[in-house]
Structures are given as C-alpha cells and as structure tokens.
C-alpha cells in the first residue's frame, strides 16, 4: 500500500534559512567547473526559486501589498523580521544576476512590497536601508550587470518615492557611477539607469539641493560630459533634465555658478546650433537663463555681445513651427528684445 503525505509548507524562518542555505551552496558550487557544479548551482537555484516564491506568497496572503491586511499578517511580520535580521535583502540583490530570471522579478516584488509596509506610523523597510546604506549602494551598482539592471532600477525608483532614501542615496560615493551607467552602450541599461537618476535629482526638492551645493564642481565636471556625449538620447535627456534642475528656485545658487561660467554657456550655444530640433529646444531653454541674467559676468557679456546680430537673426527664426505656442512665442521675442540690448561689457 503506497501513502502519500502532503509536505508541510516552510515557515518564515524555514524559508529565510533554507535560501541563506542555497546561497552559500551557489557560492561554493561556482567555484569548481566540471558537471557536478553546474548540477549543484541549478539544484541552488531551484531552491531558492521556490523559496522566494513561497515568501511572495506569504506577503500576498497576509495582505502586505494591500491597504487592509488580513489576519494572517502575523506570518507577514515574521517574515520581515527575518528578512530584516538575517540580511537576506543585500545577499540577493547582491547576487540577483545569478538567480532566475523570474526569481529576479519576484525578489523586486517581495523588497517593493516591504518597503511600502507599515507599523502605525512607522514604515520598517525605510529605516532598516535608511540604517543600512550598503543596500542602496548595492542597487545602484547592479547596473553593472545587463541581467540585474532593469530589477535593481525598479527597486531604486521604488526607494527614490521616500526622501529620506533619497537623501542617503545622495551622500554616497557610488551615485556617482550613474554617470558612466547614463552614457554606456547597453540602452535598455542606460535608459532605465537614467530614469532612475533623474528620479534622485527630481522628486524631491531639498536633498537634491543640499547634494549639489556640496558637489557643484564634481557633480558639473562629469555632467558636462554628458552635455557632450556622442549619444544623440543621452545629449537630449541632459540638456532637459539641466533645464529643470537649474530652473528649480530652490537650486538658485546652483543655477548662479553654472551661468557665471563662460565656457557653460559656449556648449549650450553650441546645442542651441545642433542638427536636431529636440537638442536645439531643451538648448533654449537654458540659454535663455544665460540672457535673462542681470548680472552678467564680463566673459558671459563679451561673448553675447559680439554675437548679438548672429543671436537675433537666430531666435527670428529659431523654430517658427513652435510660434503657435504662446508661451514659447513671448520667451523668443523676450530674448530677443534682451539680446538687442547687449552692450559691451565694462572694462575690468
């Protein structure tokens, strides 16, 4: 007579150590080549995929991803805690290229969900990488891998929706590799890595102030190369995203000491020249904080004015098919009623 038992499925803590577990067999399988590691590292990752199916499962059952959890939730917060305790979070996204491809996608599910999760007021997954800015370094540099780039993106735009995550992702050393990811062969990579950047600088108003005031000359030496980048979509998304940071007022220091510098202002005349109408419009729009300065610096003056009859010809005819836009038509004739003006600067 055959018996069948249904297994007893694994608790949380069965589940958190059960894939620490096939972790450290996936790190010792890959180190020695031949049929029986490759064995071993599929039976790791097999094991880990079902573990962190089953995790899913368990914060979807307990209602985490809803906003009236259900009374399982106990299974929920034993599950966190474990995650929290053990590290679990940085060693999988440490290591999320390794894993399956839908492993990849529900271990991104499983960090968005903890991390929208509450106690009262508090919100745990927030403080736990707030106090553990290694996690937030270990995402960002999951662009350098093609297979973890879109995953880990996801999981920063996801954090870059709390200030305070921003804020720390700010002050570290690793934000600035967003630079060589922005510009990289890969567009799927620099893309999503660009949106990711764009979010950090972005969606909140005072970390990024705080950042660039602290970093102007490292944080301008690397962006004007992407102002002058060979990519046509990285030159476009530069020049929009400078636009808005510079015409965000709280970044009105900021906006001061990049229009003081004369050699800012040759690239965007330069943009402002460019093939593309795309290049040429987000051109314009920093351009015309050049202009609109009153307090010109002399190199900025003298540049402008010996211009001056080229620049008004120019903006007379700088995209007449935009003229149906009002708003567009008034800053045209503004400049160019302000280009006019342009005298000589003072001598020194």
């Known amino acids: 007579m055959n018996f069948f038992f249904k297994s007893k499925p694994k608790g949380p803590f069965e589940l958190v150590k059960a894939t620490h577990d096939a972790m450290a067999r996936l790190d ?5 080549g031949g049929s029986v590691s490759e064995h ?15 995790m899913l499962q368990i914060l979807r059952d307990g209602g985490a991803d809803k906003k009236v959890p259900d009374t399982t939730s106990e299974q929920v917060a034993q599950l966190a805690q474990e995650i929290y305790t053990t590290e679990l979070l940085p060693l999988l996204i440490t290591n999320l290229s390794r894993l ?7 271990v991104s599910i499983i960090f968005g969900i903890l991390l929208r999760r509450k106690i009262g007021s508090r919100e745990p997954t927030v403080e736990y990488l707030n106090s553990r800015t290694n996690v937030l370094a ?3 540099c999951g662009y350098n891998s093609p297979d973890a780039a879109i995953f880990c993106g996801n999981m920063l735009r996801e954090c870059f929706k709390y200030e305070i995550l921003v804020r720390a992702t700010l002050k570290l050393p690793e934000f600035f590799n967003f630079f060589d990811y922005v510009d990289g062969e890969n567009f799927d990579v620099t893309s999503d890595a660009f949106n990711s950047f764009h979010d950090a600088l972005t969606k909140f108003k005072d970390p990024p102030v705080s950042f660039l005031n602290d970093n102007y000359d490292a944080f301008f030496a690397k962006y004007n190369q992407l102002l002058e980048s060979n990519n046509y979509v990285v030159r476009r ?9 510079l015409l965000e007022r709280k970044n009105f220091h900021v906006m001061m000491s990049f229009i003081k510098q004369s050699a800012n202002l040759k690239m965007v005349m330069n943009a402002l020249n460019d093939k593309s109408k795309s290049i040429q419009y987000e051109a314009f729009h920093i351009f015309k904080i050049f202009v609109a300065n009153p307090t010109k610096t002399p190199d900025v003056q003298k540049i402008l004015y010996k211009n001056k009859d080229k620049l008004v010809k120019f903006l007379a005819d700088f995209q007449n098919d935009k003229n149906t836009d009002e708003q567009f038509r008034d800053e045209k004739a503004f400049l160019v009623k302000e280009v006019r003006k342009l005298q000589p600067p003072k001598p020194e």
């Open 100 to 106: 399956d491809f839908e492993t990849r996608k529900e």
């Open 138 to 140: 270990s995402l960002i």
């Open 237 to 245: 998304q530069s020049l929009k995203l400078l636009g808005e940071i």
């Open 40 to 54: 071993q590292r599929s039976k790791a990752n097999d094991e880990i995929s079902k573990n962190v199916a089953s």
């Open 28 to 32: 010792t399988s890959s180190g020695s």
